[in-house]
């Protein structure tokens, strides 16, 4: 599994990438985690407000900052 | 509406700590705590009704809504969602970048890069606890007409070329699932955003009421007067100048504009100072230079400056 954290550096973008830690680390999953913060690469993903959550590519949040309760819940779905 | 907690706090000062009215510390701490208290209440509901009623607004539906419209209509519309849209980097700029992708007009999309810092949801809280409704509208108006005509007129010159990223178009809308809410979410959206926004202002509220109590209980009225009252010609650019370092705090320097416009400075220049503080900001700058090749950005502030230097003029004149 492959996560992507979109942001452009601000403190709720720091704050998801931390709670997807967190995250992953409680469900005991296996991913790769990784924070993009290219605005090339976030425009691809044609998201309107960061940060977003991209889990193997497909986006499943923007514009909120999770908890870690709320992306675990989408990560096993 | 407050007259019940001014009452309150005219029996705490003179009553219970028995200053005498004459006095400056009383009359410096009675706007202390008045003016303190007032503002966060009402900065507080006033967040909070802007973000509960943005939980209603789709980001994608907006832009397929703006997507059609046709130039001038589309400045219009930009720069009233402007006001509805909060300013921080994470959202102004993906919002930017993705109008530019729906093939808006660059033109439209400045009008909202314009209306959106302009026409926040703290500068009218601020606005509206301190001076009322009516500034506040004839504020808002103004803004609006600053960022449609400023979108307008960056859209003539055709500055395409200025965009640094390379924008790849996209057809179509809304492949991104929209999570739906419902209204306890919606309150707690909210509420969570009031306080995170509070929580980064509060402090500058605190000081620059307190500065502006200095103000008001210590320096004479014809002090002020003398010095930001008069209708030189240079004192709206001067205010303009002065407002465009001053972005992260324009929650404290809205209570000093209040006081020194009680004690005679011309409302025009504290107008223009309060928006180019909003709306000319460095920081801003610094991260558009990301996205925008710096001729666009310098003729982005020459244009929004010369608006608000205007509208102060006008205002000199009118008030």
């Known amino acids: 599994m492959k996560i992507e954290i979109l942001g452009t550096g601000c403190s709720k973008c720091k704050a998801l990438f931390e709670n997807t830690k967190t995250a992953v680390a409680n469900e005991k999953l296996f991913a790769q985690i990784e924070k993009v913060e290219d605005m090339q690469k976030i425009m691809e993903y044609s998201v309107m407000s960061t940060p977003a959550l991209v889990v193997d590519g497909v986006v499943k949040s923007t514009g909120k900052l999770l908890t870690a309760q709320e992306i675990a819940t989408l990560l096993k779905s | ?319």
């Open chain 2, 1 to 319: 509406m407050f007259s019940y907690w001014e009452k309150f706090v005219d029996y705490l000062v003179y009553n219970l700590m028995g200053l005498d009215k004459t006095e400056h510390l009383a009359q410096a701490l009675h706007f202390f705590i008045f003016d303190t208290i007032k503002i966060f209440i009402l900065l507080i509901g006033i967040i909070f009704v802007v973000s509960y009623l943005r939980t209603w607004f789709n980001l994608e539906k907006v832009r397929a809504y703006l997507q059609g419209k046709s130039e001038f209509t589309g400045n219009i519309l930009a720069s009233i969602f402007g006001i509805i849209t909060p300013f921080c980097t994470c959202s102004a700029i993906p919002l930017f970048l993705g109008f530019l992708q729906a093939r808006i007009p660059l033109g439209v999309t400045f009008s909202f890069l314009i209306s959106a810092p302009l026409n926040n949801e703290i500068a009218i809280a601020m606005l509206f606890s301190l001076f009322g409704w009516k500034i506040t509208a004839i504020y808002i108006g103004f803004g609006l007409l600053v960022s449609i005509i400023g979108g307008f007129v960056i859209g003539k010159m055709k500055m395409e070329k200025y965009i640094l990223l390379d924008i790849q178009p996209i057809d179509g809308c809304c492949e991104n699932p929209s999570i739906t809410m419902n209204n306890k979410e919606r309150v707690k959206e909210a509420f969570s955003y009031t306080m995170d926004i509070f929580k980064k202002i509060y402090l500058y509220v605190v000081l620059g009421v307190a500065v502006g109590a200095f103000i008001h209980g210590y320096i004479p009225t014809d002090f002020i007067a003398k010095y930001t009252g008069g209708d030189a010609w240079y004192a709206v650019p001067l205010s303009v100048v002065l407002g465009i370092p001053m972005y992260a705090s324009a929650a404290g320097v809205m209570p000093l504009v209040e006081v020194l416009t009680s004690k005679g400075m011309l409302l025009g220049s504290a107008l223009s100072f309060m928006m180019a503080v909003t709306a000319l900001s460095l920081p801003e700058a610094m991260i558009l230079k990301r996205l925008l090749h710096t001729k666009l950005i310098a003729t982005f502030f020459l244009i929004i400056g010369s608006g608000i230097i205007i509208i102060g003029y006008i205002f000199n004149t009118i008030l």
